[in-house]
């Protein structure tokens, strides 16, 4: 039989976890430290020992929630939700739903759920329509999800809905102890955030629906609005998707058109911002060599700095280093000279702090 060490206690057994540590509490802080291992270091020499083994960072975080799988425990299944949802992976959807329809209600499944909406509301309008459905039929919602369903049914159109949700939001703000009926507790932040929304609703109501900033959720959305007979401008009319002359690269122009948002901004327009942007070689692994890195920095709607620079990529194999050379139309071995990412950054820090 092949003995390990337990990552938490120490004890020898045939698992990175052994019988004995498979506790709620023992999940919960592995999964807290190793996740945020720089910010969140351990006294527990164990699981010390176990990190300067396996080193940090999301590998180690990998590697925990496959030792959870493996596992098997019922407690588990939250910490291994969690994960994916960190990830944003293609798994992350199943396990989620899985988790939600199997579950008591509970603060853990309420923030599973609040994971998967914040995930596809503003990439698909139909699918969240019965999560969302759920939310105003249960007991003991949490507030941050009312926002959630109102957010959501602001963006579809169901306006009256969105308001029932706020409202629901509303008065969870005027009870006492509201921290109990909250995921996250920031109850300031919050009730400025449903202002937003409500106005923002407001505004949906008498003048433009949600439009989306991009043609690809456009063609959705009008699905959407057109089922439910919601007035919209032509799909056509594109003007607004302008082309951003902003970040000029060896290529020429990138049309805003081409930025996926990673989170879309639906309030007033900003004039104070910084956009980042970045090029990567090709590779046939998933994580991505980067070569170029671009920035700009607007105030009062004027660009005020513009950063722009090449990078040697990371840990280039020859099929990235090929693809950068013909791409910077450089010679191969001239990639190699390329500044270190290290530099790069530092520079980039101090011109758009
Ligand atoms: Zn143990």
Redesign the pocket.
């Known amino acids: 039989m092949n003995h390990m060490k337990?990552?938490?206690?120490?004890?020898e057994?045939e698992y990175p976890?052994?019988?004995?540590?498979r506790r709620e509490d023992?999940f919960e802080e592995l999964s807290r430290v190793l996740r945020y291992y720089q910010q969140d270091r351990t006294d527990n020499p164990y699981l010390k020992a176990y990190i300067e083994e396996v080193g940090s960072g999301n590998e180690t975080y990998r590697q925990f929630v496959d030792v959870l799988s493996m596992i098997n425990d019922p407690e588990a299944s939250y910490y291994i939700c969690l994960y994916h949802a960190y990830l944003r992976d293609d798994m992350f959807e199943d396990l989620a739903i899985a988790y939600v329809e199997t579950h008591e209600f509970d603060r853990k499944a309420q923030t599973v759920l609040y994971d998967l909406l914040s995930y596809y509301m503003f990439s698909d309008f139909e699918k969240p329509e019965r999560w969302v459905r759920m939310i105003m039929e249960r007991e003991n919602v949490a507030l941050e999800l009312y926002r959630l369903a109102a957010t959501y049914y602001s963006l579809v159109g169901e306006y009256d809905l969105a308001d029932k949700a706020i409202s629901k939001a509303i008065e969870i703000l005027g009870q006492n102890q509201i921290e109990k009926r909250m995921l996250f507790g920031f109850s300031e932040s919050e009730r400025k955030k449903l202002d937003e929304l409500s106005a923002r609703i407001k505004k949906y109501r008498v003048g433009r629906p949600y439009w989306p900033s991009d043609l690809e959720r456009r063609k959705k959305i009008i699905a959407v609005y057109d089922k439910k007979g919601i007035q919209h401008p032509p799909f056509e009319k594109t003007r607004d998707v302008k082309e951003a002359t902003a970040i000029r690269t060896h290529y020429g122009h990138t049309k805003e058109s081409d930025f996926e948002p990673i989170t879309e901004y639906v309030g007033d327009k900003i004039s104070d911002y910084c956009s980042f942007w970045c090029n990567e070689a090709f590779a046939l692994h998933n994580h991505k060599d980067i070569y170029e890195i671009a920035a700009i920095r607007v105030r009062g709607d004027k660009i005020i700095s513009r950063f722009q620079r090449f990078i040697r990529p990371w840990s280039a194999g020859s099929v990235a280093k090929r693809d950068v050379a013909r791409k910077l139309e450089i010679p191969e071995e001239d990639v190699e000279k390329l500044e270190g990412v290290y530099d790069v950054i530092k520079d980039f820090l101090v011109n758009l702090a």
Do not use: D, H, Q
Not at 17 to 21: F, S, T
């Open positions: 337990c990552m938490y206690c120490g004890k057994n976890l052994c019988m004995n540590c023992v």
